[in-house]
């Protein structure tokens, strides 16, 4: 079971990106999928999560009404659409999935996101 996030970058203050997390080995049918990140010297926090089959999504305040995530059930992939970037966003993003009930088992490698300012 493999985790691929990918779509990290550098953006301006403002700017927007895509990242994205394709899952390989397995698929994420019935799970929750989610984005967390963890900036230099901080804790890991959740972005936002997504109920694979019903679309249900939830999302931490700080990011609530800039970012959106998303899933691709044919293409076995989910997004996360950052938009209106802040430098305080800067962080390495990890994509995750579990079974309802569970914690997060599956873990991508991590993408770096650096926003200018």
């Known amino acids: 079971v493999q985790l691929q996030a990918s779509g990290g970058g550098l953006a301006q203050a403002g700017g927007s990106l895509r990242l994205s997390c394709a899952a390989s080995g397995r698929s994420f049918s019935g799970d929750v999928m989610a984005w967390f990140r963890q900036a230099p010297g901080k804790d890991r926090e959740l972005v936002a999560s997504i109920t694979w089959s019903r679309g249900s999504t939830s999302y931490a305040d700080s990011v609530k009404g800039r970012f959106t995530i998303s899933r691709d059930d044919a293409k076995n992939t989910g997004y996360l659409q950052m938009n209106s970037l802040r430098p305080e966003d800067t962080a390495v993003y990890y994509c995750?999935?579990?079974?309802?009930?569970?914690?997060?088992?599956?873990w991508g490698q991590g993408t770096l996101v650096t926003v200018s300012s």
């Open positions: 995750s999935s579990r079974k309802a009930g569970q914690t997060y088992k599956y």
